[in-house]
């Protein structure tokens, strides 16, 4: 038997940024009515292949091959042209319009005659198109349904509905379960095998190794932007593929973290039927693990009063209770949450250092309700030095700072505040290694000052490095806690997947 033509091709594909390969001379190869899921590490390259395959970067060597014909330069136009489309993880629907409006969304069909001429829609046959492509696909939506009140499941079967709105060969799925229930991620699987039996190829891009194993005929690994392998999704287990991921690891063991104080910090949540404890003394440096929706960042933001009244949090501090239930509270007992999304959350960008550095301690350089300047700037430029901000100036804008640096004004920010518990949601991310490493000094230098420090990060290897336990999330549960210095990579992957360490019951 003649194996099948590929639909698709990529070869010696690659992209570098500033010199670093992000994407290393990679091949790879998928059929009409395949799905084909590309997994990997975080920076393995997944995401920057898929831009590249969708047309919003550039490669800086390879090709692309439709039916065996060089695609060219590809833009998002001319890979919707010749038929590749991809449903990012990040929704990009205008919530304010109708199904039908975001499904046709720049293409809208125009009425005939002197009304086209004027750019009128015709609403009419929009919304009759949407109603067959919806029906075609199976997809239980109301073409006339205002986005904005749908579920998030619905919205993704939107952004679904976009993609196969035109004459779509090709679907670039990335992260499709990540915000979808159990009963949801069922129904999205069925959707795929009656696209797959259509004849449509579904790259999966997924961190959910047991749904990739499950929904996927094959399986591209990357790793550090390179390809190691492609094999039959039949053929591979939880622990080959992850080997395959993560490579031979050796185990990390982080360094004894000092003790700062006697009492143990005991934190409990609960979210529905998912509760979970987690301790850590003062001085000590935990890691929280988990996949993208796991719920560790609504965890970190309850824990100091930004839940959305969901997650229910409390914490005992030596035997006695603390209230946070609400950012005021939460500042008063010292617990400080560094976001995630610094640029969205953490900085007014159209302020100067100073004034984004000393913003949550304003009290502190009060007098009868008088703000003593002279002070303000004299403690926030110390702490700033010794965090070795690169800033020409503490009254240049914030937003004028590196990465790293705007970074370094969030953790000064913190610092000021003098925290008992310091969570960091993904405190490293976009700086660059200098800056990182930096990054760590200052939380193994707050630890060995006493205080407790929660770490959420999506880089397994900075959690092993930083810290002396990791307790793993999946699913929104706490599924098991591991001593930095008896794990490595491919456990916290493993249990994070649903694997035989997500098995274990919590340790406490």
């Not at 005991?266 to 993208?292: C, F, M, N, Q, S």
Request: glycine share 10%.
């Amino acid at each position: 038997m003649q194996p099948a033509t590929p639909l698709l091709e990529v070869r010696a594909l690659a992209r570098h940024y500033a010199g670093v390969a992000a994407l290393r001379g990679v091949d790879l190869s998928a059929v009409a009515g395949e799905v084909h899921a590309v997994v990997g590490a975080n920076g393995a390259g997944k995401s920057t292949l898929m831009n590249l395959l969708s047309g919003t970067v550039a490669p800086s060597a390879g090709e692309i091959l439709i039916d065996g014909r060089p695609a060219g330069p590809l833009t998002p136009a001319l890979a919707r042209e010749i038929g590749i489309a991809t449903v990012y993880q990040e929704f990009s629907l205008v919530p304010q319009l109708t199904v039908a409006r975001n499904v046709f969304l720049g293409r809208e069909p125009l009425k005939a005659g002197t009304a086209r001429r004027l750019g009128a829609v015709d609403e009419a046959r929009m919304v009759a198109d949407t109603a067959a492509l919806l029906q075609r696909h199976h997809l239980a939506l109301d073409p006339q349904s205002v986005v904005e009140g749908l579920s998030v499941a619905q919205q993704q079967m939107v952004e679904l509905a976009r993609a196969l709105a035109g004459s779509s060969r090709v679907l670039i799925l990335d992260e499709p379960t990540a915000v979808l229930s159990l009963a949801e991620q069922r129904n999205l699987f069925e959707i795929i095998a009656r696209l797959k039996a259509d004849g449509l190829l579904i790259l999966y891009v997924s961190h959910r190794l047991e749904e990739v194993l499950e929904v996927a005929d094959r399986v591209t690994v990357l790793r550090d932007g390179a390809l190691v392998a492609t094999r039959p999704a039949a053929g591979l287990d939880l622990e080959e593929l992850v080997t395959l991921m993560v490579g031979e690891t050796g185990r990390h063991r982080a360094p004894p973290r000092p003790a700062g104080g006697e009492g143990r910090i005991e934190l409990h949540y609960r979210r529905g039927d998912a509760e979970g404890r987690i301790r850590l003394d003062p001085g000590e440096i935990v890691g929280l693990g988990g996949l993208v929706g796991a719920g560790r960042t609504s965890l970190g933001r309850a824990l100091c009063g930004l839940g959305r009244g969901d997650t229910e949090v409390s914490v005992r501090w030596d035997g006695e209770t603390i209230q946070c239930n609400s950012p005021a509270a939460a500042m008063r007992a010292g617990f400080v949450y560094l976001t995630e999304d610094r640029k969205r959350d953490g900085l007014f960008a159209n302020l100067d250092i100073l004034t984004n550095t000393s913003a949550a301690a304003l009290s502190q350089f009060a007098r009868a309700g008088f703000l003593n300047r002279r002070r303000e700037r004299r403690q926030c430029s110390e702490l700033l030095q010794r965090m070795r901000l690169a800033a020409r100036s503490l009254d240049m804008p914030v937003d004028q700072l590196s990465g790293g640096n705007q970074q370094k004004v969030v953790f000064g920010r913190a610092l000021l505040r003098g925290p008992r518990l310091l969570v960091c949601d993904e405190p490293t991310r976009g700086v660059d290694i200098g800056a990182k490493a930096e990054i760590y000094d200052l939380l193994e230098e707050l630890a060995g000052q006493g205080v407790a420090v929660l770490v959420i990060s999506s880089e397994i290897e900075e959690l092993l490095a930083l810290t002396s336990r990791i307790v793993v999330m999946r699913d929104r549960r706490i599924v098991t806690e591991l001593p930095t210095a008896e794990t490595d990579e491919a456990a916290v992957l493993l249990a994070a997947s649903g694997g035989p360490e997500g098995q274990m019951e919590t340790k406490q």
